[in-house]
Structures are given as structure tokens and as C-alpha cells.
């Protein structure tokens, strides 16, 4: 039987911002091709792991992705492993959210997240 489990927000994937029973991510894709690309990859890691997040695209390049059980209306510990892998995910990021967001690690490249950062 699953169980609801309560994580302090300080314990959630890095990329994630907690709404009580719920971990959320939004970010701008750099266009609307990157933003379904990003929901493409994220839906079949979803299938492999059997556990489905709330995802949208809204505008042209606004992607949001909300995690949750809701067979028990609250948050599982599937929800933080398909949380943290999906950070693993490659994102093509607006290159102006992206500057006004510099602390972003989600979804880039190691070697770019350190160029983005002025970290040589």
C-alpha cells in the first residue's frame, strides 16, 4: 500500500518547488519545438518508471511539470524518483530565462551549466 509521505521542501530534486502536496517545475523551453521535446522525453520516462506527472505547455514555450499521487492525494516516493531522474533530462532552455535564472542545474550539461555561471 502506498503511504503519503511529507518531505521538507529542502529535500526535494533541486529543480523542484514544493506546493504543500505537490512538487512543481516550471521553465521557459527556448521555443515551442524544445518545450515538446522536453515533454516528450519526460512522458516516456514516465511510462518506464509507471508513474505520470500533471505536464502542460502553455504559451508557445512555457512548460510545467507537477508531480503527485493521485491515488492519495499527496506526494509518494515514486513522485521524488521520477522527479530526480527527470532533472537528468536535457533541456533547451530560453537563453533569456535562462540568464534570469543562473542557478538552473536541471536539465544542462554539466560543462554548460559551469559556462553559464562563469565558471571556467
Request: aromatic letters at 8%; charged letters at 20%; hydrophobic letters at 40%.
Amino acid at each position: 500500500r502506498t503511504q503519503q509521505l511529507q518531505y521538507p521542501p529542502d529535500k526535494n530534486p533541486p529543480s523542484m518547488l514544493s506546493l504543500g502536496d505537490k512538487i512543481s517545475r516550471t521553465f521557459k523551453a527556448k521555443n515551442f519545438a524544445a518545450g515538446i521535446d522536453f515533454i516528450n522525453q519526460i512522458g516516456a520516462l514516465a511510462e518506464a518508471e509507471g508513474h505520470h506527472p500533471d505536464l502542460s505547455l502553455s504559451g508557445w514555450n512555457t512548460v510545467t511539470v507537477v508531480m503527485w499521487t493521485h491515488s492519495i492525494q499527496g506526494l509518494d516516493i515514486n513522485d521524488f524518483i521520477v522527479a530526480a531522474k527527470s532533472d537528468l533530462i536535457r533541456v533547451t532552455y530560453s537563453p533569456k530565462w535562462l540568464r534570469e535564472h543562473p542557478n538552473v542545474t536541471a536539465g544542462v550539461p554539466p560543462a554548460a551549466a559551469t559556462q553559464e555561471q562563469g565558471i571556467a
